[in-house]
């Protein structure tokens, strides 16, 4: 049996790709390093939809979460903290880690944040520092309306927004220098094509200022020591060489392929996979804003999702993702972002409309296939 991977991260990785990073080791601190991580840095800016430096850090993508409040924010910082999931809650165990006071924009999980209640939260606590939120909240599958919220913190000059776009940087349109977004964060293992094992960084001119004032502690996750060597083509520590490689065959990638098509072949898999799922009578989970990222589904009730999950990897080898927390059992979530093609779907549609046969749901088979079939033809 073949193994697939339909989780949203770690995704999976091109043969061409695997191959660059399969060559022998170079020397960071060489100038055939040196030569590639300028166009790296390039790559990253065109991908970040900015004139920003993108700081490459050896971590998962917490790591750059981490940096990013831990370099912006000092002990006691108020900060509004967008909870509507489970990478939510991440900012807000991170913000409380870091003693600082966050204020919680509590949502369903399910539902997109509404960008006037963190309007009203800023208003009612001046002394906030910053807006921290997914652009896409991978537990739910739902976008959250970071350009709604940009124009909200954009002109307050002491608020930083932070957007975790883990599920977001090469899935859909968020220019960040267009939008006015303080700080973007991602990671390797999702649109990027990677395996895990890097995270990116960018920061607006405000969030540097941030930096500069809030004279905290820091030491690996030091973004101004990183923004220095970036300058000279250098990382301050041994960066993960062999995925820098493969990054820079990434970057090419979507450079050839073209930021525009990238976010239009997401869509139109997002859109199939949505219109798939429906009609085989099943519900999204989201309730409005579907990320084009994942698709999240409700488990049939009375249906054990954990055993829907199992039935995806016992009989057609594939990983698909289930539900964290209160959702757990509940939903399963089906990925889309990085190295899929319409045929990678009717795999994971078909596998999922015969896993439903197989534990007594009433699905038509080909019910599902022959939407995904219609939208993708
Ligand atoms: C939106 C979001 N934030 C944060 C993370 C955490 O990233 P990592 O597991 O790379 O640290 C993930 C990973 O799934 C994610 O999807």
């Known amino acids: 049996m073949k193994s697939y991977l339909f989780a949203p991260g770690p995704t999976p990785v091109p043969e061409n790709v695997l191959l660059r990073m399969a060559a022998p080791i170079i020397h960071h601190r060489e100038k055939a390093f040196s ?79 509404d960008p006037e209640r963190i309007r009203q939260l800023l208003d009612d606590n001046p002394s906030a520092k910053g807006v921290l939120v997914q652009a896409s909240e991978t537990s739910t599958g739902v976008m959250h309306p970071i350009r709604e919220i940009a124009e909200i913190t954009a002109s307050r000059d002491e608020v930083a927004l932070v957007v975790d776009g883990i599920t977001a940087v090469g899935v859909f349109a968020m220019p960040m220098d267009d939008w006015g977004i303080d ?26 200022r941030m930096v500069e004032a809030s004279g905290t502690s820091r030491y690996y996750f030091d973004l101004k020591k990183h923004l220095k060597s970036a300058q000279k083509n250098q990382t301050p520590y041994t960066p993960a060489i062999s995925l820098v490689i493969g990054l820079h065959e990434v970057l090419s990638m979507l450079r050839e392929e073209g930021l525009e098509n990238v976010f239009a072949r997401h869509h139109r898999l997002a859109e199939a996979t949505r219109g798939a799922v429906k009609a085989m009578g099943l519900e999204l989970f989201a309730k409005a804003s579907p990320s084009d990222a994942l698709t999240a589904v ?77 939208k993708l033809a």
Not at 190 to 202: D, E, H, N, R, Y
Not at 309 to 321: C, D, I, N, P, Q
């Open 35 to 113: 030569d590639l991580f300028e166009e790296v840095r390039e790559g990253l800016r065109y991908l970040f939809q900015t004139k920003q430096e993108v700081l490459v850090l050896t971590a998962s993508g917490t790591g750059g979460m981490e940096g990013a409040v831990s370099n912006l924010f000092a002990r006691g910082d108020s900060v509004v903290v967008v909870r509507a999931g489970k990478f939510g809650q991440r900012w807000g165990e991170l913000c409380e880690a870091f003693g600082l006071s966050p204020v919680y924009a509590d949502f369903p999980w399910g539902e997109p944040a």
């Open 183 to 208: 700080v973007v964060v991602t990671g390797s293992q999702k649109a990027l094509m990677l395996p895990p094992g890097l995270a990116f960084v960018a920061l607006s001119e405000k969030a540097w």
């Open 298 to 374: 409700k488990v049939p009730e009375g249906m054990d999702g954990i055993a829907l999950k199992k039935t995806f990897l016992e009989r057609y080898g594939m990983v698909v993702a289930g539900g964290q927390d209160h959702v757990k059992g509940k939903i399963i979530r089906i990925a889309h972002l990085g190295y899929f093609d319409p045929m990678d779907m009717f795999q994971v549609i078909g596998a999922l409309e015969m896993s439903l046969h197989k534990m007594g749901y009433p699905v038509q088979l080909g019910s599902g296939l022959k939407v995904l079939a219609e």
